[in-house]
């Protein structure tokens, strides 16, 4: 396939094999639970929210009488065993699947996302020997992308629907942030669209209407001319110190012309001999 795909289209088939070279771990890797029909949007909408996740390791022990170890990926291996998302592994490392990723089921709220691996390795002698499921409750702490995955609790000691509950912290499972405009910014939005509006349809009005050209195009000209020059006069009013009538203080030196012989005494040089 790559053969034929690498003579005719050579950057698409790069594309296709950078992707496979990396040990790409995707959330589509789940297989939704019950997916004999398309899965559900809302399910696969919620796991898509959580592929930040599926790059990490997930690993904690258990402390009590038995000495366990979890791991776990978000739709990824954790152990050496296929299709195995949560696995136990005990002191002398044997592998046992608590819950399969090949058989998902994704639930959520405002803040929390519940990640459900059924399909786990059967129960010996608990649980009526069905099989392991494990959940993992993901709440939204916007401070990280993944921390303190621990044990909650492992719930076998009922006759059926028994579970491994674990929880872990991640900013996924917090809802988008929603941006508010205030009345203020929302209302300078309309302003300034109006005033938008307002030139450019006054533009073209004046300029294919009316005929205008420069200056004339812009709507209402001498109106903006007139408001300009009343506040350059208001402005000139309120702010200077002066007041207009009086005498302006250097207006033309009266003084005597200075030297005024001399000019005459030197224009008369310049007659005609
Ligand atoms: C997670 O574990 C797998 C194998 O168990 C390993 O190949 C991978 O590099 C690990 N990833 C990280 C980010 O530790
Ligand atoms: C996976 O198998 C390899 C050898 O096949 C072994 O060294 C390793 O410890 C195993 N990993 C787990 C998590 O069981
Ligand atoms: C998941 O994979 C296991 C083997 O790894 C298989 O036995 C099981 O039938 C699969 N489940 C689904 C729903 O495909």
Redesign the pocket.
């Known amino acids: 396939m790559n053969v034929r795909c690498a003579s005719v289209w050579p950057m698409l088939c790069l594309l296709f094999l950078s992707k496979d070279g990396q040990a790409d771990i995707s959330t589509k890797n789940c297989k939704l639970y019950g997916g004999d029909g398309t899965p559900s949007v809302i399910e696969q909408n919620l796991l898509a929210k959580l592929e930040p996740l599926t790059k990490f390791n997930f690993t904690t022990q258990e402390n009590e009488n038995e000495k366990f170890t979890y791991?776990f990926r978000v739709c990824g291996q954790a152990?050496?065993i296929t299709n195995g998302g949560l696995v136990q592994?005990d002191e002398k490392?044997q592998?046992t699947v608590v819950g399969r990723y090949n058989s998902t089921q994704v639930i959520g709220g405002s803040d929390w996302i519940m990640l459900i691996y059924n399909e786990g390795d059967k129960y010996d002698h608990h649980c009526d020997k069905e099989s392991r499921k494990a959940i993992v409750m993901i709440s939204c702490n916007r401070k990280t992308v993944q921390s303190d995955f621990t044990v909650i609790v492992e719930e076998r000691n009922r006759p059926h629907d028994c579970f491994y509950l674990f929880e872990l912290d991640s900013n996924a499972a917090c809802p988008a942030e929603v941006h508010q405009l205030s009345a203020g910014s929302i209302l300078l939005i309309v302003f300034s669209s109006c005033l938008i509006l307002y030139i450019i349809g006054g533009f073209l009005y004046q300029r294919l209407v009316v005929g205008a050209k420069g200056m004339e195009q812009f709507p209402n000209y001498s109106f903006w001319q007139d408001l300009g020059n009343l506040t350059a006069d208001g402005c000139d009013f309120i702010c200077r110190s002066r007041t207009q009538n009086a005498p302006p203080t250097y207006r033309g030196v009266a003084s005597e012309p200075l030297g005024g012989e001399e000019v005459e005494e030197r224009d008369d040089h310049l007659l005609p001999m």
């Open positions: 791991r152990g050496n592994l490392q592998e």
